[in-house]
């Protein structure tokens, strides 16, 4: 699905994997985490991929018998992978709200309701986020992001 990278049309993503995730027999609460990590992950690029031109996100669906791949992504400004991995961290309950990093919530939030997260710049940004359907096949080495990038010369 190709959409234009506007506020208006998360939520129609949203409903959409929503649908695709209920299909496929997730629990309410897997929906739930599912819908917050896509909206997430679109609201980055409705918010950064893209400064004066108008842009386009991409949404792929890679529906399995054990799991649920949701890929976003945009052609805008490629971010630097490691950059953004370096600001996703815990949120730390003994700052004030006021102390808390402003950036890096959005892939924080991502990668701690999906079961896998990979992230690659090499044109833009490609996010593929996956939930396992049953919890006992989540991989061991699945806690964590990975990133895939290309140097340009």
Known sequence: MKVPAKPEYVGVIRLTISGIA?????TY???EDIKIAVVEACTNVVN?????????????CGVYEDRLEV???????????????DNV?????DKPVTQLKEGGLGLFLID???????????NGVIIIM??????????????GISATT????
């Open 22 to 26: 209920n299909r496929l027999g997730y």
């Open 130 to 143: 996956t939930k396992f359907l049953q919890r006992g096949e989540v991989e061991q080495n699945a806690g």
């Open 48 to 60: 950064h991929a893209y400064e004066a031109e108008e842009g386009q996100m991409t949404i792929g």
């Open 150 to 153: 290309t140097d340009r010369q």
């Open 112 to 122: 701690t309701l999906m079961d896998k997260v990979e992230i690659n710049n090499d």
């Open 89 to 93: 961290g815990p949120i730390s309950t």
């Open 29 to 31: 609460d897997d929906i």
């Open 71 to 85: 890929m976003v992504a945009d052609r805008g400004q490629s971010a630097s992978v490691d950059v953004l991995k």
